[in-house]
């Protein structure tokens, strides 16, 4: 850690990849690993403590028992690895790290993997907590295996990537722009302004944009499947539009990012507020229409459409929080959260018109006041 | 003409610039100061892409602050080191600057000829390199009916041949149509082929016309 080039590429990459994923991660933790850690499960009195301990710990327990728990565990590692080792690959043909180039390949070729290796350790922190956990409890309930094999799995894993990124660094490889054909089909298709963040996605953001629809969508169709019996009721379809709202969380960071970056130019063109929030409801509105599609399809008309509504509202307003909080993670993930939780309250009292009316006012407040905010 | 009224601007509640009042008559300037002394700061503002707090209005008649539209119509900004979509084709963008600025048609298509950039505006940015990034970037500046055009170091990364074509359309813009000039360097602008060029100095959070 006292090295430069490893903190340096700690506060560059390791920070940015947590940095630009925390949405997901944050959906990751609730979602999937805090059932991995504990899973809480009601009226359990006639169990003994033993016995409730076993069940609380039962992912865990299959995780380094079960071959399919192994399976899968060993699956989301490599996925996991997979993706940061796509992100940092990609961020390494950026230009802001092309003094990469010419510095960091002065080092030995032992110093750089050993460097690489540590990054690619703290981008796989939230793996070794994991890893270890699992290790725990296979010890403490004498399945083996698991604890050998994933000290040794992690490892390989790691040094595969570092020896990927000083590669890359030492033969001055460059990755070839990714499907190149079918970006040029999309050529002449006509690209108005609203519309670019769009292309962007397609273009450069293609995983994060199909997981954000795949988190979407399957909560959507889980917690229909769940509350089976209230398909008519608002409140239900409302608290599936703010599921979805939440889900759209990394695409909204992306989209101010891509914004302030690369569509800096437009803030001198001639468009009124008024013009630029109705690109904005166009773009969103774009982004949004599977989600907006089920809705309608599974409810009745009149209550779909108010569903669309609280979607579209509250998704604004997530993205238009970004204006004046600018791209600091925490607090807007602390805020979304937070908002998310009292729009939950506000659903269980039937109030959809205030949901709507509320987001809708508050977007507008925001983008007109701190649109042009650096 | 720009006039500034009790012009600020705060970055994170410290005062980068303070103008009280001053007034910027049709002309070409040289926009001057050391780095980090304010002057992408002030183009930005003076684009309209920047909050500000005061006054900026454009020939008496269009304040920023009420007039957003109209002003940027006709303020054009190029920035020193553009960033653009990486998928655009220059041709895209410039229809994008042409739809925006209401240019006329083919309006642009001088601009390409004579900057050279005929070869390459149909391909994606992308494969740019700088100079022709900042090629394109000129070129956009100067599309629509503009009072008053703002570069922000226009000849870096520009080839030396390129340099007496953006004077050229400096000076034919400023005689024809009168447009103001407000351009930032740390290179001084050649003698002979510019209009007369004023100075304007950026220091110590203000602004002053240079002895």
């Not at chain 1, 327990?61 to 080792?85: A, C, M, Q």
């Not at chain 2, 002057?39 to 020939?59: D, F, R």
């Not at chain 2, 390129?162 to 930032?184: D, E, K, N, R, V």
Request: proline share 5%; glycine share 6%; net charge positive.
């Amino acid at each position: 850690m006292r090295k430069p080039l490893t903190r340096a590429l700690i506060k560059i990459l390791a920070t940015g990849f947590y940095r630009q994923h925390t949405g997901f991660l944050l959906a990751l933790l609730v979602l999937v690993f805090s059932s991995f850690f504990y899973t809480n499960v009601l009226n359990q009195t006639h169990l003994t403590p033993d016995q409730q301990r076993q069940t609380a710990l039962k992912l865990a327990l299959s995780s380094v028992s079960e071959p399919w728990g192994i399976l899968l565990l060993f699956s989301l590692f490599w996925l996991y690895t997979v993706k940061s080792r796509h992100y940092l690959a990609a961020r390494l043909q950026a230009a802001d790290l092309q003094f990469l180039r010419y510095s960091s390949n002065a080092l030995s070729r032992g110093q750089q993997l050993q460097s690489w290796s540590l990054v690619q350790l703290v981008i796989s922190a939230p793996l070794l907590i994991v890893g270890l956990y699992a290790m725990a409890v296979g010890v403490a309930y004498g399945y083996w295996l698991v604890p050998i094999l994933l000290p040794v799995y992690l490892l390989t894993l790691t040094y595969w990537c570092a020896a990927y990124y000083t590669r890359l660094l030492n033969e001055q490889l460059l990755i070839p722009p990714v499907q190149t054909d079918w970006l040029a089909r999309l050529r002449s298709w006509p690209k108005p302004l609203f519309s670019l963040f769009f292309y962007e996605l397609l273009a450069h953001q293609r995983v994060p944009f199909a997981l954000t629809k795949v988190v979407s969508l399957l909560s959507l169709g889980l917690l229909f499947y769940v509350f089976a019996d209230s398909h008519t009721d608002q409140r239900l379809l409302n608290l599936l539009s703010l599921t979805s709202a939440l889900a759209q969380v990394v695409v909204l960071y992306q989209a101010h990012a891509f914004e302030q970056s690369y569509v800096r130019f437009a803030r001198n063109f001639p468009y009124s507020a008024w013009h630029q929030f109705g690109q904005q409801v166009v773009l969103y509105s774009i982004l949004l229409l599977p989600e907006l599609v089920v809705l309608l399809a599974i409810s009745p008309f009149p209550q779909g459409l108010r569903a669309m509504g609280v979607l579209l509202s509250v998704t604004l307003f997530f993205r238009t929080l970004f204006y004046p909080l600018n791209q600091r993670m925490t607090p807007y993930l602390r805020l979304v959260f937070g908002l998310f939780m009292s729009f939950l309250l506000l659903n269980l009292f039937g109030s959809t018109n205030l949901l709507i009316g509320g987001s809708g006012v508050a977007t507008g407040v925001l983008f007109y006041r701190y649109r042009e905010q650096e | 003409m720009l006039h500034l009224q009790q012009f600020q601007k705060f970055y994170q509640r410290q005062l980068v610039l303070h103008v009280e009042e001053f007034t910027l008559p049709a002309g070409v300037y040289w926009l001057r100061g050391s780095n980090g002394s304010g002057k992408s700061t002030l183009l930005k503002a003076l684009a309209g892409m920047i909050s500000y707090e005061g006054n900026i209005v454009l020939e008496g008649r269009w304040n920023l602050r009420q007039h957003g539209v109209a002003y940027r119509s006709a303020v054009n900004f190029a920035e020193a080191e553009p960033l653009f979509p990486a998928f655009l084709t220059g041709r895209e963008l410039i229809g994008l600057f042409t739809a925006a600025k209401k240019a006329p048609p083919q309006q642009e298509a001088f601009y390409v000829e004579s900057m050279q950039l005929s070869a390459y505006v149909h391909e994606p940015i992308h494969t740019y390199s700088s100079g022709m990034l900042k090629k394109l970037a000129l070129v956009l500046a100067f599309l629509g009916q503009p009072r008053c055009i703002l570069l922000d170091e226009p000849l870096t990364t520009l080839e030396a041949e390129s340099l007496p074509i953006l004077y050229a359309w400096i000076t034919q813009h400023h005689q024809q149509h009168g447009t103001l000039f407000l351009l930032s360097s740390h290179q001084a602008f050649e003698g002979g082929l510019l209009p007369p060029v004023q100075e304007i100095l950026v220091a110590q959070q203000t602004l002053r016309y240079s002895a």
